[in-house]
């Protein structure tokens, strides 16, 4: 990499510095510390009300900042007004403007810098093609259906050039089919652009697919910030692993313990043998193509989930009302702070 | 109108009608699925028909009959059409009489819409954007209607003590010497006219705007100012036209009322103002009944190509 690219880089980093968001006396955002380094996909994930959608708002410039900082490439940007932080906002209804064409909608910005309007049509265009909208670029957003209307608010966003994309719950008015295609997408069009994304979402499986950095927020909190695969693999508290999906908290040797759900051994009790560590009772199961998921309730009341590839499930198949005897490997369960 | 819709109902019941005779097989058609929205329709139909169609096509009925001193004869004349634009045409380029009276009538429409649409949009504006709870928007919206609780014509008058030679605001501007004498152009003048019209009419501009204005999008505005508009360039891209529907309706409204006005330009104008209400009622004051039908549909038709000329600036029917 060229040194010249490699300083733009850098001082294309996002930061935030304790940033804080209080409404009147609630406090959504409490004092968070981030830091995204230029061209990640980055994707703030926790239930509705955990404040990623606050933090989101703040780095655009649509809410104020209570406290701390918004730094972005060495410059402090906490006051700035949205359109001069170097960020776009793609809004989780689009807000796509009604009165406008897909092209004006796209060429909106530009307009209101006073580019002229062969100009900004021109520009609008090549934007719309990008995310291969040319042939709706006279339709009104009513004309459009949804995942069109995500191609064009992403276009709009997209046409000021900015250092920072940030998508606001982008995927959540589509339908599932759509929502898999539309990701794909992004993915491809932040590797293509090589920007900073920002995606809210409260799907677990959205951020693993697309991000570079997960940030897992609760209470207004960080609980944890990583690749997915080590938040995945090592979630550091109950909630994240609860969140995260695909983990079984349980007590064992007195200690709170994560066990990953494809790492449970189910063993059928048939009276001899060592005493097993935790034993259960199947209450249901559930054939999911590649994998068969058991649910077992252990004597001490803890729900457990076991998922088995269908091969491995068949060698000793289970049903409901089985007793069980459940086990993991050692190196499987790890240990959660809280 | 009731009745209407409760035989409606029982002839639906096919099995009801004897289907042999002829008066069978034309009851079973009123009665079939594709009548029912006629006779829906049925009770508005026949209110609009008595009360708005029949006056009108009377009105211009009897704009086609002939009058003179003491009588009044059915006949089929442009006789009094003739007599509303006598000498219009010879007399130019100066204007007739009739001329004068709309081009003053048109004058105080075109003022009162312009006032009552920067009044209204701007009132409307802060009631949507900047109002934020719901609770506050309705008491300042009943706030809006307080004048309302009183008739048009004590409205009116009660600017007359405000106003007049020796009216309160003339006697403070000389106390505070700030004229030596009093302001005559206050009272009975064109200023008092288009007042009085934007105090009865503001209402009617607020409201429809109102309605537009509070179907937007906040996000819309979030998302203007995210592309780099300014608050004026959010106003004008976004808000307006998108308030537009609204606008045509409230501007609808005004121009309508104003141009049939002969009441407010009367009292406020210390009847020294001409307009065509004006003209009318003395007219009808004279019994010369087809003559003021005449003027009536000549007004009506300048009325209908206002509308017509605005509603092309908007689907109206969108907005319903």
């Given at each position: 990499m060229p040194p010249s690219e490699s300083a733009q880089a850098s001082a294309a980093t996002l930061e935030l510095v304790e940033t804080t968001k209080r409404y009147g006396g609630v406090v959504a955002v409490d004092a968070i510390s981030l830091r995204i380094s230029a061209g990640t996909y980055c994707c703030l994930l926790g239930p509705s009300g955990c404040g990623k959608t606050s933090t989101l708002r703040m780095i655009a410039g649509h809410e104020t900042v209570s406290a701390g900082?918004?730094?972005?490439?060495?410059?402090?940007?906490?006051?700035?007004?949205?359109?001069?932080?170097?960020?776009?906002?793609?809004?989780?209804?689009?807000?796509?403007?009604?009165?406008?064409?897909?092209?004006?909608?796209?060429?909106?910005?530009?307009?209101?810098?006073?580019?002229?309007?062969?100009?900004?049509?021109?520009?609008?265009?090549?934007?719309?093609?990008?995310?291969?909208?040319s042939a709706y670029a006279d339709r009104r957003p009513g004309e459009l259906s949804g995942g069109q209307q995500q191609r064009v608010a992403l276009a709009r966003?997209?046409?000021?050039?900015?250092?920072?994309?940030?998508?606001?719950?982008?995927l959540s008015a589509l339908d599932p089919y759509l929502r898999v295609r539309m990701r794909a997408e992004l993915k491809r069009l932040q590797r293509e652009l090589g920007i900073t994304f920002v995606h809210v979402t409260h799907s677990q499986e959205e951020a693993m697919a697309l991000a570079d950095l997960v940030v897992v927020m609760n209470e207004g909190r960080i609980e944890q910030q990583g690749s997915p695969r080590e938040v995945f693999n090592r979630p550091r508290t109950e909630f994240v692993a609860r969140f995260i999906g695909g983990h079984n908290v349980v007590t064992a040797r007195g200690a709170r313990v994560a066990v990953r759900a494809d790492r449970l051994q189910l063993r059928r009790l048939n009276g001899h043998g060592e005493a097993p560590p935790t034993k259960g009772t199947v209450t249901n199961v559930e054939y999911q193509g590649t994998v068969v998921q058991t649910s077992v309730t252990a004597d001490d009341g803890t729900e457990l989930i076991a998922l088995a590839p269908e091969q491995?499930?068949?060698?000793?198949?289970?049903?409901?009302?089985?007793?069980v005897a459940v086990d993991w490997e050692p190196g499987a369960a790890h240990a959660l702070t809280q | 109108m009731s009745d209407g819709g409760a035989g409606g109902t029982a002839l639906l019941r096919p099995s009801a009608v004897p289907a042999t005779t002829?008066?069978?097989?034309?009851?079973?058609?009123?009665?079939?699925?594709?009548?029912?929205?006629?006779?829906?329709?049925?009770?508005?139909?026949?209110?609009?028909?008595?009360?708005?169609?029949?006056?009108?096509?009377?009105t211009v009925v009897v704009s086609l009959w002939r009058y003179n001193e003491y009588s009044i004869t059915p006949a089929l004349v442009g006789d009094n059409y003739a007599s509303v634009f006598s000498g219009c045409l010879a007399e130019l380029p100066s204007l007739c009489l009739t001329f004068k009276t709309y081009l003053s009538t048109l004058k105080f429409c075109v003022l009162a819409w312009a006032l009552t649409l920067l009044l209204g949009f701007t009132v409307a504006y802060f009631l949507t954007f900047h109002v934020r709870s719901l609770t506050g928007q309705m008491t300042l919206f009943l706030v809006c209607t307080i004048p309302f609780w009183t008739s048009n014509v004590i409205r009116m008058i009660s600017w007359v003590p405000l106003l007049g030679r020796n009216g309160l605001v003339n006697s403070f501007l000389v106390s505070a010497g700030l004229t030596r004498e009093p302001l005559t152009w206050l009272l009975f003048s064109d200023f008092s006219v288009a007042l009085a019209f934007v105090h009865l009419y503001t209402m009617f501009m607020i409201v429809p705007?109102?309605?537009?204005?509070?179907?937007?999008?906040?996000?819309?505005?979030?998302?203007?100012?995210?592309?780099?508009?300014?608050?004026?360039?959010?106003?004008?891209?976004?808000?307006?036209?998108?308030?537009?529907?609204?606008?045509?309706?409230?501007s609808i409204f005004v121009v309508t009322m104003v141009m049939g006005d002969y009441v407010t330009i009367g009292v406020m104008g210390g009847q020294q103002i001409a307009s065509v209400g004006k003209v009318i009622q003395v007219q009808l004051s004279y019994l010369q009944f087809p003559l003021a039908a005449a003027n009536a549909v000549v007004l009506l038709a300048v009325v209908l190509m206002v509308i017509a000329a605005m509603t092309r600036l908007v689907d109206v029917r969108k907005e319903l």
């Open positions: 900082a918004v730094v972005f490439g060495g410059h402090e940007i906490t006051d700035l007004p949205p359109a001069r932080r170097g960020t776009a906002m793609m809004f989780q209804s689009y807000a796509l403007f009604p009165h406008l064409t897909a092209l004006d909608n796209v060429a909106f910005a530009l307009k209101m810098r006073g580019v002229d309007r062969v100009a900004r049509h021109a520009r609008a265009a090549e934007v719309l093609a990008l995310v291969a909208m966003a997209l046409i000021t050039e900015p250092k920072i994309l940030l998508l606001d719950e982008p491995v499930f068949d060698r000793e198949p289970l049903t409901p009302g089985t007793r | 002829g008066v069978g097989v034309w009851l079973r058609r009123l009665a079939s699925r594709a009548a029912a929205p006629y006779w829906q329709a049925a009770p508005l139909a026949l209110v609009f028909a008595f009360f708005f169609v029949l006056p009108l096509v009377v705007i109102f309605n537009s204005m509070s179907r937007i999008d906040r996000a819309l505005l979030e998302a203007a100012r995210d592309a780099g508009a300014s608050g004026w360039q959010a106003l004008w891209n976004v808000v307006v036209p998108l308030s537009k529907p609204g606008i045509v309706i409230g």
